[in-house]
């Protein structure tokens, strides 16, 4: 048996052996012993999230899911019955609501898939109301969304209304006059497009930055020293340590105050724009 458990909700399951988590896939997706990365057979993928009121109760499901050529059927997993089967001509999925939580379990059609459906429908644990009272608060708080991006080496979603300059020049000139005169002008992230503005360089090396701060598109990057391009949090960790394309200050060290920085780049505080 293959036992998955989802630790900070308390969901789990069985499947039968030979039966493995694809962990390269943003969506909870199970291979069976024949299934991979593109088949779509011996394959069963789960979605977990929070759903419209309107829709805990499983009579509303059946009328939403119901589509051409499907059938709508009930179903139970674990010990949860307010469950919806959609069976389609090529694969099914299942809908259950369980304290306000929404799981859909989508399933391939062949054999082995639905023996290992059939186990994981017994097996199945859901959450305590607790557990998914708390699961769903954090899931919808931007402060914890946004601290979880951070630990994801995603950079902050912008704030919906930032005053931002548009339209800065990208070259060195108008990147240095921004950053001296201490004027915020738009700047674009070296290797991607995303535009940031420099708020702060704290000379502590390090930036610190609450969870407020990340839920208002604030966030860190790289700076370089010498030419003041930006790299963001999402592209900086891919590019080669501490240099700069500019190619200048690889070897320097700099002292300020107790802290000693080496190489071209310095961690400095920007809001994402986008
Ligand atoms: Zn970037
Ligand atoms: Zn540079």
Same mark, same amino acid.
């Given at each position: @048996?293959?036992?998955?458990?989802?630790?900070?909700?308390?969901?789990?399951?069985?499947?039968?052996?030979?039966?493995? +988590?694809?962990?390269?896939?943003?969506?909870?997706?199970?291979?069976?012993?024949?299934?991979? !990365?593109?088949?779509?057979? /011996?394959?069963?993928?789960?979605?977990?999230?929070?759903?419209?009121?309107?829709?805990?109760?499983?009579?509303?499901?059946?009328?939403? !899911?119901?589509?051409?050529?499907?059938?709508?059927?009930?179903?139970? $997993?674990?010990? *949860?019955?307010?469950?919806?089967? &959609?069976?389609?001509?090529?694969?099914? /999925?299942?809908?259950? =609501?369980?304290?306000?939580?929404?799981?859909?379990?989508?399933?391939?059609?062949?054999?082995?898939?639905?023996?290992?459906? /059939?186990? !994981?429908?017994?097996?199945? +644990?859901?959450?305590?109301?607790?557990?998914?009272?708390?699961? &769903?608060? %954090?899931?919808?708080?931007?402060?914890?969304?946004?601290?979880?991006? @951070?630990?994801?080496?995603? #950079?902050?979603?912008?704030?919906?209304?930032?005053?931002?300059?548009?339209?800065?020049?990208?070259?060195?000139?108008?990147? #240095? @006059?921004?950053?001296?005169?201490? *004027?915020? $002008?738009?700047?674009?992230?070296?290797?991607?497009?995303?535009? @940031?503005?420099?708020?702060?360089?704290?000379?502590?090396?390090?930036?610190?930055? %609450?969870?407020?701060?990340?839920?208002?598109?604030?966030?860190?990057?790289?700076?370089?020293? /010498?030419?003041?391009? &930006?790299?963001?949090?999402?592209?900086?960790?891919?590019?080669?340590?501490?240099?700069?394309?500019?190619? +200048?200050?690889?070897?320097? $060290?700099?002292?300020?105050?107790?802290?000693?920085?080496?190489?071209?780049?310095?961690? =400095?505080? $920007?809001?994402? &724009?986008?």
């Amino acid at each position: @048996m293959m036992h998955y458990k989802r630790e900070d909700l308390g969901f789990s399951f069985e499947l039968p052996d030979g039966w493995k +988590r694809d962990e390269h896939n943003l969506t909870l997706t199970f291979y069976g012993p024949n299934g991979g !990365l593109g088949r779509t057979s /011996e394959l069963i993928q789960i979605g977990i999230g929070a759903i419209l009121p309107q829709y805990f109760s499983p009579q509303s499901r059946e009328k939403f !899911l119901a589509e051409p050529g499907a059938e709508v059927l009930r179903s139970r $997993v674990g010990d *949860e019955d307010n469950a919806v089967l &959609l069976k389609r001509a090529r694969d099914s /999925e299942i809908s259950v =609501v369980r304290d306000a939580v929404h799981y859909t379990i989508s399933f391939a059609h062949d054999a082995v898939t639905k023996v290992a459906i /059939e186990c !994981l429908k017994r097996t199945a +644990r859901f959450p305590s109301p607790q557990q998914a009272q708390s699961a &769903l608060r %954090s899931a919808s708080n931007p402060e914890h969304q946004a601290v979880a991006r @951070m630990l994801r080496g995603q #950079s902050p979603v912008p704030a919906a209304s930032t005053p931002a300059r548009t339209g800065a020049s990208k070259g060195f000139l108008g990147r #240095s @006059m921004g950053l001296f005169r201490g *004027e915020r $002008v738009a700047q674009q992230c070296e290797t991607c497009p995303k535009q @940031m503005q420099v708020l702060e360089f704290s000379g502590k090396g390090r930036v610190s930055l %609450s969870p407020r701060d990340l839920a208002s598109g604030i966030g860190q990057a790289e700076q370089c020293w /010498e030419c003041a391009r &930006l790299y963001c949090a999402e592209c900086y960790p891919s590019r080669p340590q501490n240099t700069c394309v500019c190619g +200048r200050g690889r070897d320097s $060290v700099r002292h300020v105050g107790t802290i000693v920085y080496r190489g071209s780049l310095r961690l =400095v505080k $920007v809001r994402y &724009l986008t």
